[in-house]
């Protein structure tokens, strides 16, 4: 925000330097970036923060100045005398959006003589940096500066019709700004229009073909508070940014609009003479009710570790613009002025007080009350699930949520919906919100491949986002892994993931196609009959996609899941000091069956003495076992908690097995 030395003391006399007062705005918050002489005037240039929409006009400037050195603060009354007939006999205005265009202000000058500006305006623009056109143009230009909110003169001859509508553009509607360069809008941009069309972007830039010249002769005065995102999507959009947009952006305060109006029309008339209106249209709703805000004062004493006496935070907090509505016993109760949205919590005024009576009066020392911070279970499983990542040789990685439509579509695993898509990109080509993790880390793999950085074991935890029909999306964490281990390798590092956070749980496999993964190494992953994510083998076709030249697997879950199981108390297990005995067994199987149908039947029968199932091989040999038969070797492992046991004991825990497989799964043990 440039600002004018001299304009600041139209609102205030400050007797003190400028280099006390850059001094003194700074640690309030309003940061000092430099100063140069223009003319016979100071500019200076002050940080506003995004928060901060009041700090964005000189009157905003003074009044924070006012509250800092204790200054009386003269803001001009925008008196304004009407001669014409009345406004409503010729002109209408129409909002058919009013969550864009909550109120709008229209005022009209007739018989005004557009000409060059008084010098002291155009000394105050050119402080500024703002050209000089001519004398309405620059008032609108100079009330925009003053009070921070934007205004736009319309040639009224110009406008076609009795009426102008507040509306959202047409698809394909092409408009000529006043830069004279042609814009092509679309659906969600929003327009002032007339009967035949467009006068003005909403909120951005005004329109070539009713802008004021020296021909102009009638006045439409604009006033309006439009909405941010939708005015910063158009401006970002279309690449026209201008000072009005940034201050829609950053929003105005509601209660000055019909002021703002009334100084441009009080500063024309005075300028370019004309005759004023009766009246004004006023289109939309009346700004809502400011809630009130209690500050507990002993909260000034934990915060920030200091007494402020009780009639000093008054003070300060009046003359901030709070209107006391209580003072108890250590309480105060203000509504906060319409210009400052940010006040809406007890900390907030806490800070107003602490920055107002000076953070340097704040000694290092001063005790403040500690407590021991608290992290949320979900925390906790997101630190759990690092730390056993990394122990399984794994580096996490951080990559973009918006990806291109390629990689959008490259999984569908969790929605068959298409991704949602932004306005405006960050990234060239990359305007998807991801549906998976596992094409970013896929791209990451490639990268790490065409710089040999090997081995490349790489995980994320990171949100999707899937799309819900007339809802916000689902947003969810997931926990995304790459390696170069094979199929069984990656699915234990998964095994020994969900048995560290949950040695009761055990995870199942079935089959799963997608075109990402191996139509004979994928599977989708359960805990509990719920969906804890998907494994598989990269295909040879995703393979290419992603230009990786060696093998690779990759697995994603769905970390709420996972936090579902997590047993976040520390729990003690008893362990076996006796011996294990091992059995392996060979059973001739149909193709069809799968190892964790296989390894849920063995543990099923196996009892309590069984400590694990390890698979070892498949073979396959059709003269011997005849066509869709395999033979697979696996290792049982039994233990016993009291005693050693005996080969007996083992043999018959083998014989419940092999019992169990033949009458389940029509399996046949190899002697």
């Known amino acids: 925000m440039l600002v004018s030395w001299k304009w600041l003391n139209d609102y205030l006399q400050l007797d003190v330097s400028e280099a006390e007062f850059c001094d003194r705005v700074t640690m309030a918050g309003l940061n000092y970036d430099g100063s140069e002489s223009v003319g016979d005037d100071r500019q200076l240039d002050l940080e506003v923060t995004s928060n901060r929409p009041d700090w964005l006009g000189h009157i905003g400037i003074a009044r924070e100045a006012s509250v800092l050195f204790d200054l009386d603060l003269q803001i001009p009354p925008a008196q304004v005398t009407a001669t014409g007939p009345a406004i409503s006999d010729y002109l209408s205005v129409t909002i058919a959006d009013e969550s864009f265009c909550p109120r709008y202000i229209a005022r009209t000058i007739k018989g005004v003589t557009v000409g060059p500006s008084p010098q002291w305006l155009a000394r105050r623009l050119d402080t500024l940096g703002i050209s000089v056109i001519n004398n309405v143009v620059d008032i609108t230009n100079y009330v925009l500066m003053e009070i921070g909110q934007p205004l736009h003169a319309f040639d009224l ?286 791209g990451a793999r490639r990268m790490n491949e065409k710089f040999d950085n090997s081995p490349i074991e790489l995980y994320e935890v990171a949100k999707v986002y899937l799309p819900r029909k007339d809802d916000l999306p689902d947003e969810r964490y997931m926990v995304s892994m790459t390696s170069g281990r094979d199929f069984r390798g990656l699915k234990g590092v998964i095994e020994t993931l969900v048995h560290s956070l949950n040695p009761t749980v055990r995870v199942t496999a079935s089959r799963f196609s997608d075109s990402l993964l191996d139509v004979e190494q994928a599977c989708e992953l359960k805990v509990n009959g719920k969906t804890l994510g998907f494994l598989g083998l990269l295909s040879a076709s995703a393979q290419k996609q992603f230009e990786l030249q060696q093998p690779a697997t990759v697995a994603e879950l769905d970390l709420s899941v996972l936090e579902e199981l997590t047993v976040l108390i520390p729990q003690h297990f008893d362990f076996s000091t006796y011996p294990v005995m091992t059995r392996d067994l060979n059973l001739v199987v149909d193709e069809t069956l799968t190892w964790d149908q296989l390894e849920a039947t063995v543990s099923a029968s196996a009892g309590e003495l069984l400590e694990k199932v390890e698979y070892r091989e498949i073979f396959r040999d059709t003269q011997k076992d005849g066509a869709g038969k395999k033979r697979v070797l696996f290792t049982i492992t039994l233990r016993a908690a009291d005693r050693t046991l005996t080969g007996e004991e083992a043999d018959a825990v083998r014989d419940n097995i092999v019992a169990a497989c033949e009458k389940q799964l029509d399996a046949k043990l190899l002697g």
């Not at 009005?244 to 950053?250: D, H, L, T």
């Not at 008054?314 to 016993?329: H, K, M, T, Y």
């Not at 579509?409 to 998807?432: K, N």
Request: proline share 3%; with cysteine; glycine share 6%.
């Open 157 to 442: 001859a110009k406008i076609d019709g009795s009426g102008i509508t507040v509306r959202q553009a047409h698809a394909g509607e092409k408009f000529m700004a006043i830069d004279h360069k042609t814009y092509d809008l679309e659906l969600g941009d929003y327009v002032v229009a007339d009967e035949v069309g467009a006068v003005a972007i909403a909120g951005v830039m005004g329109g070539a073909d009713s802008e004021v010249t020296e021909a102009t002769t009638d006045l439409l005065i604009e006033a309006a508070q439009f909405a941010a995102l939708p005015v910063r999507t158009t401006s970002r959009r279309l690449k026209l940014k201008s000072d009005s947009s940034y201050r829609f952006e950053r929003g105005v305060d509601p209660e000055m609009i019909d002021w703002a109006s009334r100084r441009c029309c009080e500063l024309i008339l005075d300028m370019a003479g004309g005759e004023l209106a009766e009246g004004s249209i006023y289109a939309g709703s009346q700004p809502q009710p400011r809630k009130s805000v209690t500050l507990r004062l002993g909260q000034l004493k934990r915060i920030l570790g200091i007494e402020v006496p009780a009639d000093e935070v008054e003070r300060i907090l009046s003359r901030l613009g709070n209107e006391i509505e209580s003072v108890a016993s250590q309480k105060i109760t203000v509504i906060p002025p319409s210009w400052r949205r940010d006040l809406d919590r007890e900390v907030d005024l806490v800070e107003e007080v602490a920055r107002i009576h000076g953070y340097d009066k704040i000694p290092q020392d001063a005790a403040v009350k500690m407590s021991a911070s608290h992290r949320s279970d979900a925390d906790r499983v997101r630190s759990r699930v690092r730390s056993l990542m990394i122990a399984a040789g794994m580096n996490e990685a951080v990559t973009r949520s918006v990806v291109s439509s390629e990689w959008s579509a490259a999984f569908h695993g969790w929605s068959q919906s298409e991704a949602l898509t932004v306005t405006i990109p960050m990234v060239r080509g990359e305007d998807c919100l991801r549906l998976s993790v596992l094409p970013s880390l896929l």
